[in-house]
Every structure is written in structure tokens, then in C-alpha cells.
């Protein structure tokens, strides 16, 4: 399983950006982040099959995570955002049972940047 996620980038609070990750044979996806001096924490998972959804309480209301199974694309659409999203995105996939722990994901992409102005 190959990931590519893109579509960070800086913007002002209460703006908006979608993060995109190509992907291909996994069960679930899911996006987490890791803010400096942080560890690294769940955002929202998508079961491939089905589409149920699943989102950290600090974001429910504010991003949705969706799929398109024609292009083997994850997307976060992340609206409002706030200075303390600010941190590295990543996508992770797994192969397993829905998880909110970034243990059990197998495979990982790079990150890409994501930076609210406040």
C-alpha cells in the first residue's frame, strides 16, 4: 500500500483546506496529526467499504472525511479552522478493524503541513 497526501498549506483562521490521499488496498483510512512537541494524534478515520466515518471530538462538526473510489482517493475537508489545528497531517491506512491508535495502522504517508494564522 502506497500513500501520497497533499494539500496543506497556510491559511487564516476560520478558513478552509482539503487534504487529498491517493491510496490503494486497505480496510480503513484515516488522518491524524502531530503538532510540535506533541504526539501524534487521531483526526478522523473512513471505513473503504461502507463509508462509516469517525471523528475526533476536537474537529466533529468542522471536517468530514470522505472517499471516491474511483480514483482510490481520502479526503479531509477541514472548514473553520482554528490556530490550534496547526500541525504535520498525515494519512495512515490499515488493513485491520477501525482504530483511533496510530499503532495499528500499518502503512503511513509523508506529511504534509498544515498552518492556521490566528
Known amino acids: 500500500v502506497q500513500l501520497q497526501a497533499y494539500g496543506g498549506g497556510l491559511v487564516q483562521a476560520g478558513g478552509s483546506l482539503r487534504l487529498s490521499c491517493a491510496a490503494s488496498?486497505?480496510?480503513?483510512m484515516g488522518w491524524f496529526r502531530q503538532a510540535p512537541g506533541k504526539e501524534r494524534e487521531f483526526v478522523a478515520a473512513?471505513?473503504?467499504?461502507?463509508?462509516?466515518?469517525y471523528y475526533a471530538d476536537s474537529v466533529k462538526g468542522r471536517f468530514t472525511i470522505s472517499r471516491d473510489n474511483a480514483k482510490n482517493t481520502v479526503y479531509l475537508q477541514m472548514n473553520r479552522l482554528k490556530p490550534e489545528d496547526t500541525a504535520v497531517y498525515y494519512c495512515?491506512?490499515?488493513?485491520?478493524?477501525?482504530?483511533?491508535?496510530?499503532?495499528?495502522?500499518?502503512?503511513w504517508g509523508q506529511g504534509t503541513q498544515v498552518t492556521v494564522s490566528s
Open positions: 488496498g486497505r480496510t480503513f
Open positions: 473512513i471505513r473503504w467499504s461502507g463509508g462509516s466515518t
Open positions: 495512515a491506512a490499515t488493513r485491520g478493524s477501525y482504530s483511533r491508535s496510530a499503532r495499528e495502522y500499518e502503512y
